[in-house]
Each structure stands twice: as C-alpha cells, then as structure tokens.
C-alpha cells in the first residue's frame, strides 16, 4: 500500500512539473508590448502560449489590435491546430501582425494572414525574414495539398491578389518531388552574385547561403502585400 502511495505522489509530482514548465513557457513566450496594443509572441508558437493570447484578447477586446511576432520558427506539435486557431482570433478581433527577426512556418503563414502586416527590423541588427513552407501531416510528415492549398489562397486572397498564386505554389518545387520547397521573403534586399534581392524560392536542399536559392527579380515585400516599416 505504501509502495503504490508513494507511486501516486510521483506522479503528482511530475503532472504538477510538466504543467508547471508548460507556464513557464507561455509565460516567457507571450507578453504585452510597447503601447499595449500589441501582443508579442516569441520563439515556438505553441497551446499554452495561444490559451494565454485567447484570455487577454477577451478581457481586453477593443485594446489589443497587433500580434507581433518575433524570432519564431513556428510550431512544433499541433502546428495545424495553432494555425487555425490563430487565423480565427485574426479573424474575430481583426488583429494587424508584424514579424521581427525570423517568422518561419506556421508563423510565416499566420502573419500573412494579418488584417495589416508589417516587416519590422531586429533588435540585434539580424535580418527580419519570413520563410514559408508545405503544411505537413503530423503524424507521417507527408504533405497536406488540401491544407496548403487553402492557406495559399487565402493568403493571395488576404493580399488583395498582390501576393500571386503563382509564386506561393513554388513552395511544391523541390528535385525530390516531395514538396521540400521554401519561400523566403526578406524585409531588406540580400546581396548575391546576381544582384540584390527580397524573394528567393530554395527546392529542399541543404543550403549554406540564401544566395544558392534562386532569385526571384522585382519582388518586393512592398509590391506583396506587406508594409516594410
């Protein structure tokens, strides 16, 4: 009997450590900004972050109009679900994004769907990019079409047809056939041999420099829908 007392405790103990840890992370990962009408959302995007982003949105509904993200590779597990979830709170509080530093993913794919986005410079002097790839299935990695192909139409529909379809679809270019391919879009040109560039489309392969992608000429944030402040 003390044995499976002693079991029950620890296991207390240890739902009580995880939840703990899963706060801790919200709590680093979300904060109110600047004028108080932004939220800030840092690092991975991930459930306990978005419950607390859910909370003061409600109590605060009139007052908080930006979700500004910054360095965030998007998420990790249930990146659908949080893709979702946010473009619905976009949607109902007519939230504008910005992006600081790097937005990849799920987070590339959530700020443009913002009622108003914005590139805004780093704090560390590190480019602000975003980078936008295939949705995949969670569970066998395989590439959802019909997800990614609804998101990149309500992107180009969110855009007012200036981010084309055209360009988003090159996200299924890769050699391998495997939908590997990657959009990046930069807020400041990047120099390379051939020039300086905004837009460049990479199809899988391990990359050392932005500059082995290929260079996608007169593409701006600007001429795509996105504010560069």
């Known amino acids: 009997m003390q044995k499976n007392r002693n079991s029950w405790r620890q296991l207390v103990a240890e739902i009580l450590t995880i939840a703990l840890a899963a706060l801790l992370v919200a709590m680093k990962s979300y904060k109110v900004v600047n004028d108080e009408t932004r939220l800030r959302l840092t690092g991975e995007l991930n459930l306990a972050m978005l419950e607390q982003v859910k909370a003061t949105l409600q109590k605060q509904p009139t007052l908080i109009n930006t979700l500004q993200f910054e360095d965030s590779p998007g998420a990790g597990a249930a990146a659908t679900m949080i893709l979702d979830q946010l473009e619905a709170l976009i949607h109902r509080y007519e939230l504008r994004t910005e992006a600081q530093g790097y937005c990849a993913s799920a987070c590339a794919a959530a700020f443009l769907l913002g ?93 050392v420099l932005i500059s082995e992608c290929e260079a996608i000429p007169d593409v701006t944030p600007q001429s795509l829908g996105i504010f560069v402040e």
């Open 115 to 207: 009622s108003g986005r914005t590139l805004l410079p780093s704090d560390d002097g590190k480019p602000t990019y975003l980078m936008l790839h295939a949705v995949r299935h969670q569970g066998n990695g395989e590439v959802n079409y019909g997800k990614t192909e609804a998101i990149i139409k309500k992107i180009t529909r969110n855009s007012g047809g200036k981010f084309p379809m055209a360009l988003l679809n090159r996200i299924f270019d890769d050699v391998r056939g495997n939908g590997d391919g990657e959009i990046y879009i930069f807020r400041v040109a990047q120099r390379t041999p051939q020039g300086r560039h905004h837009v460049f489309v990479c199809d899988g392969r391990p990359r």
